[in-house]
């Protein structure tokens, strides 16, 4: 069975910095291009960050420069650190990851940017 299981999320202060977690079972993340994903109260899921299995990266523009994605293979897990976080990137953040035709998705990690 598969399993995506995100972690980090929390309260943080507006300029403060965390560092999500994606762990799998059932997958190998040496194959599937990992993604993570936020959807904010009343509005769309959007694409944050992406990682391939050969470790390219690609960021929505409204974090470049301020988060990071990255994994590491042998513990099966993509990680995403933010900084200078604001109110605009409160949101319930997910991991999602795709292979051929098969995805999957975690069941997402709050992340609340408030003084």
């Known amino acids: 069975q598969v399993q995506l299981v995100e972690s980090g999320g929390g309260l943080v202060q507006p300029g403060g910095s965390l560092r999500l977690s994606c762990a799998a079972s059932g997958i190998s993340f040496n194959i599937y291009v990992v993604g993570w994903y936020r959807q904010a109260t009343g509005k769309q899921r959007e694409l944050v960050a992406t990682?391939?299995?050969?470790?390219?990266?690609n960021y929505a523009d409204s974090v470049k420069g301020r988060f990071t994605i990255s994994k590491d293979n042998a513990k099966n897990t993509v990680y995403l650190q933010m900084s200078s976080l604001n109110a605009e990137d409160t949101a319930v953040y997910y991991c999602?990851?795709?292979?051929?035709?098969?995805?999957?998705w975690g069941q997402g990690t709050q992340v609340t940017v408030s003084s």
């Open positions: 999602r990851a795709t292979w051929a035709v098969y995805t999957y």
């Open positions: 990682i391939t299995p050969g470790g390219t990266t």
